[in-house]
């Protein structure tokens, strides 16, 4: 461990955060150089601290490392008053340096929100600074929206690569939306959250069930698109972290939550449950085929979700929502099961497949009030893929296969709503409520995107072409 003695201090006086650099110094990853501090500084705001500036260098002659680091965090946030709260974190071989300042005074209510974000603040640095890298937004989403306004992370870590690369994060909270991007050696990804318009949100259950049905999305198509597993990784992470606590802050049930009508039990049934969102991650691309640098590989994948209620009453509400997926990948493999891909120069390495996926999906839900009553409520949903596999012998194209497949699947949703407008009137309350919650439960499940649907499912269409072959 470097001596304290030894070091070159911007500030002589001494408190936890000082001695917390001293003991930081001794570690050479990221992860030791930052652990504890972040959660060290917003702390400090349960006293009477609001400006700190700290360095510490092992040489008297090494040059000013504020906003200088090979590896950087800074949190800002603003809080309702307006005062500006600006932290950073800055460590570079040679030394580490923090920084915390106010533009205002500070109330005791807006001191305990910024010491409350201690815990997350510090789990979002330790995330970004392991290896490989992880997205750890949730905590984040979590600050008082009465006291603070907004609430933005910005992080970069210098990997261990060859050549020299970073992995960047840029985080953004306020009362009408959440957004995160990455960008990185592997790709980059982005996640946008609307949380000012809540009208459609449904319960906890709900969200989690709609989470869940995506991740498992995410899942199926990076298979099939062979996507960099550290990069699915965090874009799963950044999609779950935007979607947590969703409404958890929100307006009491019966009020619309920034939407324009009010919706009932039965409009929620019928839709996601999941706030308005967008997504997309797209991997770098590779040519590693020199005989053909035309033949990328690649991954993109991008989803969507919106939302719109309208009508010029609330009894002539209508509600309507759409989600959608769509995936482009390419990627060589093996020209035999088992094989070796090493393609260079030479025509012996030219046998392989080259693969091409396009998939495409959306579910669409319509809903009609007339008179305060139902009179139109359908669910229109399709999926399609398309798999083209060229391969190659000794540099010769043998054969060129398309596959596509396209499923559809469209219902009407006025029966399976038909619990929520009046129930079984031979059931007792409770067993109407029950009869309710079963239905609400089903129905949730089948107004889902669904990219990759299980054919031998009776209730879709399936429309399966002969594989054509040039």
Do not use: C
């Not at 929100?113 to 979590?142: C, K, N, W, Y």
């Not at 030479?346 to 139902?374: E, M, P, W």
């Amino acid at each position: 461990m470097h001596a304290t003695s030894a070091l070159a201090w911007e500030a002589t006086a001494r408190d936890g955060v000082s001695d917390l650099i001293a003991a930081n110094l001794a570690a050479r990853s990221s992860a030791g150089r930052f652990s504890g501090l972040g959660a060290a500084l917003l702390t400090q705001f349960r006293g009477d601290v609001s400006n700190v500036s700290q360095s510490a260098h092992l040489s008297p002659a090494a040059p000013a490392l504020h906003g200088q680091g090979d590896d950087r965090m800074s949190l800002s946030i603003t809080t309702k008053s307006g005062v500006e709260v600006q932290l950073a974190l800055d460590s570079r071989d040679d030394g580490l340096a923090v920084r915390m300042s106010t533009s205002g005074e500070l109330s005791d209510a807006e001191r305990n929100a910024l010491a409350g974000l201690a815990g997350a603040f510090q789990d979002a640095i330790d995330g970004m600074a392991e290896e490989p890298p992880s997205v750890r937004l949730a905590g984040l989403t979590q600050f008082d929206p009465a006291v603070l306004a907004s609430v933005d992370l910005r992080a970069a870590i210098k990997l261990d690569t060859d050549p020299e690369s970073t992995q960047a994060l840029d985080f953004h909270a306020d009362g009408a939306q959440r957004k995160v991007s990455l960008s990185g050696p592997s790709g980059t990804a982005s996640v946008s959250v609307d949380t000012g318009n809540l009208s459609g949100l449904g319960s906890p259950e709900q969200q989690a069930r709609a989470l869940a049905s995506h991740l498992k999305q995410f899942d199926h198509a990076a298979s099939r698109g062979r996507a960099d597993a550290g990069l699915m990784t965090m874009f799963k992470d950044a999609f779950s972290g935007l979607n947590a606590n969703v409404g958890s802050t929100a307006p009491r049930a019966g009020t619309p939550a920034g939407g324009k009508w009010e919706l009932a039990a039965a409009d929620h049934a019928a839709l996601s449950g999941l706030a308005d969102f967008s997504a997309q991650v797209s991997q770098a691309s590779t040519s590693i085929n020199p005989m053909r640098p035309s033949e990328q590989d690649s991954f993109a994948y991008e989803l969507s979700q919106s939302t719109s209620i309208g009508g010029r009453s609330q009894g002539e509400r209508s509600i309507a929502q759409q989600q959608k997926s769509e995936l482009n990948a390419s990627f060589h493999t093996p020209g035999t099961p088992g094989g070796q891909l090493k393609l260079d120069y030479t025509q012996q390495s030219q046998n392989y497949n080259f693969h091409q996926i396009k998939d495409a999906a959306s579910s669409d839900v319509n809903l009609a009030y007339s008179d305060g009553r139902l009179v139109k409520a359908t669910l229109n949903q399709s999926a399609s893929q398309s798999a083209r596999v060229m391969s190659y012998v000794m540099g010769n194209l043998v054969s060129d296969t398309v596959t596509p497949v396209r499923q559809a699947f469209q219902r009407d949703l006025l029966s399976a709503l038909a619990p929520y407008l009046t129930g079984d009137p031979r059931r007792s309350e409770q067993e109407k409520q029950s009869q309710r919650k079963q239905s609400m439960d089903s129905q949730g499940e089948q107004v889902l995107l669904k990219a990759y649907p299980d054919p031998a499912d009776g209730i879709w269409s399936l429309d399966k072409a002969s594989a054509a072959s040039v």
